[in-house]
């Protein structure tokens, strides 16, 4: 539809996506959209509050996986920094920590990549009317997975040993002493039933712990 047979007030639309092939069909078929108009694309978390702050989206479209910051992180930001703006992610990655994590971010929505485009723009249209929009099929594994067994510092030295780090980089790393990085390390593996720590962190990733 031509640009100037939109309602006066079209929906605002961040869309951060590092792939930029799906960003760009992203903003092309919501850009379709009569109601819709993508105002800014990012590829890079940390470039997501700079653009709401400049573009003043009603809904910020997040990916997870983003290089410089995640979406999780980056729509806690917006909560705190642009609050009237909406936050729905959009992640191929379907797992119940994610979800979790997402809602206490303060996320609107949660949606899987895998949906027709028309089903997107419904649920952004849901979220402005005050709606949480949650993949049906997600929420469930959620519920039937529970919370997170692990602390914040045991999440922070799994995270610091996924690159190979020996105890003694994570120690410096995380100021902390071997002994105590030790310690959290064996209750990770322990709460994920797992036999040592790189096994702990694939499990830890694979339910969205990290």
């Known amino acids: 539809m031509p640009r100037d047979h939109r309602p006066s007030k079209s929906i605002r639309v961040l869309l951060a996506e590092d792939q930029g092939m799906m960003r760009g069909a992203l903003a092309l078929l919501l ?27 009603d809904v910020a479209l997040l990916d997870i996986e983003l290089p ?61 009317t005050g709606e949480t929009v949650i993949d049906p099929a997600l929420a469930a594994a959620a519920l039937s997975a529970g919370p997170n067994p692990l602390t914040a510092r045991e999440c922070e030295v799994l995270k610091a040993s996924t690159d190979g780090a020996t105890v003694a980089d994570i120690a410096d790393r995380l100021h902390l002493s071997e002994s105590t990085v030790r310690n959290y390390l064996s209750a990770a593996i322990g709460k994920t039933g797992t036999r040592n720590r ?4 694939r ?4 339910q969205g712990w990290l």
């Open 31 to 57: 850009g379709m959209e009569p109601d819709m108009q993508v105002v800014a694309k990012v590829a890079r978390g940390d470039a997501i509050v700079d653009a709401a702050l400049t573009h003043r989206p």
């Open 68 to 128: 410089g910051m995640s979406g999780l992180e980056a729509a806690a930001e917006l909560r705190d920094q642009v609050p009237d703006c909406r936050v729905l992610i959009l992640t191929t990655f379907g797992r119940p920590g994610y979800l979790r994590r997402a809602m206490e971010a303060g996320a609107a929505g949660f949606l899987v990549k895998d949906g027709p485009v028309e089903e997107l723009a419904a649920c952004i249209r849901r979220v402005l």
């Open 198 to 201: 790189m096994e702990a962190v």
């Open 203 to 206: 499990a830890a990733r694979q």
